[in-house]
């Protein structure tokens, strides 16, 4: 399984060149980082090259990178990952593309795989990342009328709004969240020995 | 001729054929379908958000209540997920415990999938009879778990506790009588894997019972036959998994082509339909039941025989036993840490993905090394089946909209998330 995924990060190389920034195989997955430019092209080729065959698109997630290891992250704050299948060869591949911090642009795959059209709605409405070139990116999971991406760092838990029925004046009326966030866990991260504590010492 | 114009018709969000809460809007050319506008999002409870905020023990629960009809194989990904970032083996015993549960999930599942879509199309007695028996698994759940349904069974390195030596029995009351308790408590007098063997056993004539009402049935037939076809490439570039795909004809089982728990080890079929009708999905779960029973039987048969620990004894990922504690000082920190602070995760990132009841039901999990995952994504099998709605329910009839909707086997809790 590993020699197959260490052959086919080979041919990405050879094949991809300049569009692919980075290719990291970790616990048995091969993840790849292509260049926003041409990145339409090498998606084309992943699904039709006989070797690749990538014709299933499992999944696009949007990430917000910016909290990514308490403040040490250093690349762009935004990204897709998007988690290829070949059905062919039984094997997977992820593939990132960064996006801009301040206006987040990323060309749509809808024409090569049509599953990613509510993928992608899915990350413009939870991230606010564009998708040049999608057909109808209209807002998913949130309310209608809804402000915000929920899913950026930066969102409150809690959320801004809270609804209620307003008798006096007959309808649903939507005022500041007066929900307090509470942590009861707070995120530790340690840095020496692998970020374990030990009991033994 | 007064001119006719296309409208515009609201289904749901409170309709009963709706499975929960979807709103549909239909754009209508009389009785046939031009345009349906599925809108989702009406039982959105950021899980992946909320996960972000928890320990990874603390998050667990919260995947059954995603897909809330197979809730254990949400749970199956979830750890695997956990496990494969942490680098911990399962016992091989929790590994089959496993693969026990997630195919009584999958019998579950499609027995509340088979009545519901019944029920859709017109025909009321099957979602009895498919109710009868879910009880009897319901029960199974209850006995290993304490929890009819969200049973946050399985963890983060093997199962919670050990299959139970007795099942449980009905108690006496005054709404039955003592020879009806008798019977009810027939089957269960030995262990909880007796009880399951007597319903494997059992199990293929209900199937039957189901198939004599629905398989050659005209009205089904009518109601199934053409309906909704997907062909293979076009069921691959939706990106349909699970029985949806496989009605396709596409032999993708993740159970055969990707094995996980125990799956490499047993012996069962992949049934693969023809057409991608929704006739042929119906056959596809109906001998997917069948198939599950059998490797149910085979895991009650290797558990039988082979006693071992069902949790890993890292006591860094799962806690240390009672007795242990009260002894040791060193189990005692172990216990504290890990249900006060949780563990703390390598940084890396993993998908790992399970052939759940609907289709392929993955969790992508990115750790920074925290003791709370960075980013957690659900890829609910739902969710591109649903989005593929407007493709298979153009060109048909407004009746065939429920047919094509209930034969996705929709469940809002895994597509709002």
């Known amino acids: ?201 | 001729m007064p001119e006719i114009n296309n409208f515009t018709m609201n289904f749901g969000p409170q309709h009963p054929s709706a499975h929960g809460v979807l709103r549909l809007v239909l754009e209508l050319d009389g009785e046939v379908i031009e345009r349906a506008d599925p809108h989702i999002g009406l039982l959105h409870r950021a899980t992946e958000k909320l996960a972000e905020n928890k320990t990874y023990l603390q998050s667990l629960p919260y995947m059954d209540r995603l897909d809330y009809v197979s809730m254990m194989c949400n749970e199956h990904a979830y750890c695997l997920a956990v496990e494969k970032l942490l680098g911990v083996a399962v016992p091989v015993r929790a590994q089959y415990i496993r693969t026990l549960f997630d195919e009584i999930t999958r019998v579950l599942n499609h027995l509340l999938w088979l009545g519901a879509y019944a029920l859709d199309v017109g025909a009321m007695s099957v979602f009895l009879y498919c109710f009868r028996e879910r009880e009897d698994l319901m029960d199974v759940y209850e006995a290993v778990s304490g929890a009819r349904m969200h049973a946050a069974y399985y963890r983060p390195g093997g199962v919670y506790r050990d299959l139970p030596a007795q099942m449980p029995l009905y108690q006496p009351s005054p709404y039955r009588n003592a020879k009806r308790l008798e019977e009810l408590n027939d089957n269960r007098q030995g262990s909880m894997l007796d009880f399951i063997e007597d319903f494997t056993r059992r199990f293929p004539t209900y199937v039957d019972e189901y198939e004599t009402l629905l398989t050659d049935n005209r009205i089904w037939k009518q109601r199934t036959v053409g309906i909704g076809v997907v062909g293979p490439e076009r069921a691959i570039q939706l990106g349909f998994t699970g029985p949806m795909l496989r009605a396709s004809g596409v032999a993708w089982d993740l159970r055969r082509t990707q094995p996980y728990a125990a799956y490499a080890d047993l012996d069962f079929e992949i049934p693969v339909g023809k057409t991608g009708d929704c006739y042929d999905r119906y056959l596809v779960r109906v001998a997917e039941m069948r198939q599950s029973n059998q490797i149910i039987a085979q895991c009650v048969d290797w558990l039988r025989k082979n006693p071992g620990p069902v949790i890993t004894d890292d006591f860094k990922v799962a806690a240390p036993p009672r007795e242990e504690m009260k002894t040791s000082m060193e189990a005692l920190i172990h216990h504290f840490k890990l249900f006060s602070e949780g563990m703390t995760v390598p940084a890396g990132e993993v998908y790992t993905a399970v052939e759940a009841p609907k289709g392929e039901f993955g969790i992508y999990m990115i750790s920074d090394g925290a003791n709370k995952p960075y980013r957690m994504k659900i890829r609910a099998p739902g969710f591109p089946h649903l989005a593929a709605m407007d493709e298979m329910a153009r060109g048909h009839m407004i009746a065939d909209v429920v047919a094509i909707l209930s034969t996705m086997d929709i469940v809002f809790g895994e597509i709002d998330r």
């Not at chain 1, 086919?8 to 300049?18: H, I, S, T, V």
């Not at chain 1, 809804?146 to 307003?166: A, C, I, Q, S």
Request: with cysteine.
């Open chain 1, 1 to 201: 399984m590993t020699d197959a995924l260490e052959n086919l990060r080979r041919n990405l190389g050879e094949e991809l060149g300049e569009t692919l920034r980075n290719a990291r195989l970790d616990r048995g997955e091969l993840t790849v980082e292509l260049s926003r430019e041409d990145f339409l092209t090498a998606c084309h080729w992943l699904r039709d090259d006989v070797n690749c065959a990538f014709d299933l698109l499992v999944d696009i997630c949007g990430v917000d990178y910016v909290d990514y290891g308490d403040g040490l992250w250093e690349g762009p704050r935004f990204a897709v990952v998007y988690h290829l299948l070949s059905l062919k060869h039984r094997q997977r591949l992820r593939v990132r593309i960064f996006a801009d911090d301040d206006l987040p642009i990323v060309p749509s795959v809808v024409d090569i795989w049509a599953a990613a059209n509510w993928f992608e709605r899915e990350a413009f409405d939870l991230y606010g990342i564009l998708f040049e070139g999608h057909p109808d990116l209209r807002r998913i999971l949130t309310d209608y009328g809804f402000v915000g991406h929920p899913f950026r760092k930066d969102f409150p838990l809690v959320g801004t709004v809270e609804m209620r029925y307003d008798a006096d004046q007959g309808r649903v009326v939507y005022e500041p969240t007066r929900t307090e966030e509470r942590v009861v866990v707070p995120r530790i991260l340690r840095e020496e020995g692998e970020g374990r504590y030990n009991a033994r010492n």
